[in-house]
């Protein structure tokens, strides 16, 4: 079945730890995107891909890192300066570059010891 | 600055009653509106898309309406069920993002 997959479901960083969350698509899609869900707060964008070894910061990129180097690939690396990384992470992709329909992977619940 | 606003109180629907969930913008005006669902824990699902010179579109038991001089988005869901129990999300394009509304959680009683 085609989909997003994202590993893994629940993460735990200690202080000044970089964690990196996996994000791999088999729909042959041509973006992808890397959102933060807070409670009581809409999605807010990390950063986007439209095409491979390219991608660009959304609203809130400070302390998050990215590569994509596959199409079907686009890893997020938390690091140590982001201050406060506890959060819902979304991964999604879509078929063209107009933020048209996404399609989401199942999230991971990123949490601070 | 640019805004998408849903109710962000429960609405709790009796079964077999149409649910109508509500997507406002402010400060500007998107090309385009979508809808979402999303379960707790789960990822969120596209429903539907709406253009800005679209007035309505249907998919099955689900209804979106696009009205740019009231600056809305009506969600229907007709002939409501528990399993349409789930957070609703709009989304509205903005300079090639989109800006997201915390969600609507809709709560379907048999």
């Known amino acids: 079945d085609g989909g997003i997959t994202q590993s893994p479901k629940y993460l735990f960083r200690k202080e000044g730890q970089n964690v990196t969350l996996s994000c791999e698509q088999n729909?042959?899609?041509?973006?992808m995107y890397w959102y933060r869900q807070d409670p009581g707060q809409g999605l807010r964008l990390i950063y986007y891909?439209?095409?491979?070894?390219?991608?660009q910061k959304g609203d809130i990129a400070e302390g998050y890192s990215v590569s994509r180097e596959k199409k079907e690939s686009f890893p997020l690396t938390v690091t140590s300066a982001q201050k406060n990384p506890t959060a819902f992470y979304l991964c999604?992709?879509?078929?063209?570059?107009?933020?048209?329909?996404?399609?989401f992977g199942s999230g991971t619940q990123l949490s601070v010891l | 600055s640019q805004k998408i606003e849903q109710n962000s109180e429960a609405l709790n629907i009796q079964e077999g009653k149409t649910a109508t969930l509500t997507c406002n913008y402010t400060?500007?005006?998107?090309?385009?509106l979508q809808w979402y669902r999303q379960d707790p824990g789960r990822g969120p699902v596209f429903l539907l898309l709406?253009?800005?010179n679209e007035k309505e579109k249907r998919k099955e038991r689900l209804k979106v309406t696009f009205d740019t001089t009231l600056k809305q988005s009506l969600f229907h869901i007709t002939a409501s069920q528990p399993a349409d129990s789930a957070t609703y999300l709009c989304?509205?394009?903005?300079?090639?993002?989109?800006?997201w509304g915390a969600g609507t959680k809709l709560i379907i009683k048999p």
């Open positions: 709406i253009r800005e």
């Open positions: 400060n500007y005006s998107p090309a385009y």
């Open positions: 989304a509205a394009d903005s300079n090639y993002q989109l800006i």
């Open positions: 891909s439209q095409i491979v070894n390219d991608f």
């Open positions: 729909l042959n899609h041509d973006a």
């Open positions: 999604a992709s879509s078929i063209r570059t107009t933020n048209e329909k996404l399609f």
